[in-house]
């Protein structure tokens, strides 16, 4: 597939959910693309990117920023509370606040450096075990602590299990939200962002349908 047969894909499941054209942020997952078809993207207009490593997009990313103005950069996976300064630097949003001690890190820094990347904070909706974020009977605590720490907290995110239908847990995400008056709500990849701009997504992080199958050789 490509960037514009995507775009065209979010506009009608806008149209079809009743919501403007353009109101959902469309976030290329560029992590693991070999950096011909990440340009390709950038050299098609779009500017909007999500990596889930801090190592590997400082590695790519302030080179592409000499060469195109206007980069909205998304972290999208597990942040080390030791690469939350270097994450800082990089990225105007992080989705993958966590957990407690990653909060008071992130408030730490924003002191400090008197800025703040928009924040998401990930819910574990599926409860799994190996997946990050908080449980969904403990995102309101979370939601009050992290506003407590001052925290420019945007709205949730979450990843569903690969093997449950994902509007149900587009669901859950988008009532925990509301009750907490949250407006973002990052949830929807490649195979399930229509679905999840009809349960209200305002950020789909969407890779593979963009770029093309990651290839981790
Ligand atoms: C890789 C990744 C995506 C993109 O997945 P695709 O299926 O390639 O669209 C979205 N969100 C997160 C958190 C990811 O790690």
Redesign the pocket.
Known sequence: MSLAEITARLHKAEADAGRETGSVRLIA?S?VQPNARVEAVLEEGHRCF?E?RVQEAAGKWPEFRERFDGIDLHL??PLQTNKARQAFGLFQAIHSVDRPKLAHTIARLAQEEGHCPELFLQVNTGEEPQKAGVLPREADDFVAECRALDLPVKGLMC?PPVDEEPSLHFALLAKIAARNGLTGLSMG???DFERAVALGATHV?????IFGARDYG
């Open positions: 997952v992590k999500g889930n999208i996976g990843i990849m490649s195979g992080r969407v890779g593979s349908a």
